[in-house]
């Protein structure tokens, strides 16, 4: 399944029990990957710190799991990612998901780069068994079979078993369903630079919307928060997380807050509450 990400998670970019006192010296250890791979320079991992200071851990997207990364820059060299498990969790100052053992950052030079691995690994840590068996694999290499789709042993992973199922498309009133209008509807998805953390809550969404049957009526864009503000008016909704919600203010559309942007079940509430349905 992941050929894409696994091209860009480099064979010594995989580190496994990795010490750190605080969440800024994971993100330092997995910006340290970056460079010493050649992806990117210490500049990079310095804006992968001050974005977190700046915008607070809102990269923390999922129970334990904290997406670091920042903007493209000429600090980036090539895209790439580094994938760190620490050896004791460490919080990062979110409410809901703190501590984090697990910090994948991302380098990318531009903001399509590395879409389809991004849908990939949504896809890979969405699901409760392949997430479950991340946390315990004993190897690098064990990562990287878990994350190519299959087993450690060399079997097939199961990507059915213990993965989150969005239920079947709801019977919507007719006036609250995207059939319902001529035009496509548009939903945003929000982080501070547009092209990590709402990257995953898009291809989460897009799954939920794939199994409705609703992906020819409702478009899903990833976008900064200046962005967002500028596009607020085209939109039917944004889905965010709370620290960006707070940067937004009141923008006239609905703003839903998401606390894990990997969880298919929250996505398929979020837009039952959107829709009324």
């Not at 895209?79 to 984090?100: C, N, Q, Y």
């Not at 919600?245 to 923008?251: C, F, H």
């Amino acid at each position: 399944m992941s050929s894409s990400l696994l091209t860009l998670i480099g064979d010594e970019s995989v580190v496994l029990d990795v010490e750190a006192a605080d969440w800024e010296s994971a993100v330092r250890r997995a910006g340290a990957l970056l460079e010493a791979e050649g992806v990117a320079t210490e500049a990079y991992t310095q804006a992968m710190v001050d974005n977190v200071t700046d915008n607070g851990p809102y990269i923390v997207i999922a129970p334990g799991f904290a997406f670091a990364h920042a903007r493209p820059s000429e600090a980036v060299l090539r895209t790439g990612m580094s994938w760190i498990r620490l050896a004791e969790p460490v919080p990062f100052g979110h409410e809901k998901h703190d501590p984090v053992d697990l910090v994948v950052a991302l380098a990318a030079t531009d903001t399509n780069a590395h879409t389809q691995a991004m849908a990939e690994l949504a896809k890979v840590l969405g699901k409760k068994d392949r997430r479950a068996a991340l946390d315990a694999a004993r190897s690098p290499e064990e990562i990287r079979a878990i994350l190519s789709g299959r087993a450690p042993d060399g079997d097939s992973a199961k990507a059915e078993t213990g993965a989150e199922e969005a239920p079947a498309e709801p019977d919507a009133p007719a006036a609250a369903s995207p059939e319902a209008g001529r035009d496509q509807h548009l939903v945003l998805t929000v982080c501070g630079n547009g092209l990590g953390t709402s990257l995953f809550l898009k291809n989460t969404l897009e799954q939920v919307l794939d199994t409705w049957g609703w992906s020819p009526y409702v478009q899903v864009e990833a976008t900064d928060t200046i962005s967002a503000r500028g596009r607020a008016n085209e939109a039917t909704a944004i889905l965010t997380s709370g620290e960006i919600a707070r940067t937004l203010g009141d923008v006239g559309v609905p703003v839903r807050v998401v606390e894990n942007f990997t969880s298919t079940d929250e996505l398929d509430a979020a837009l039952r509450d959107l829709y009324d349905v």
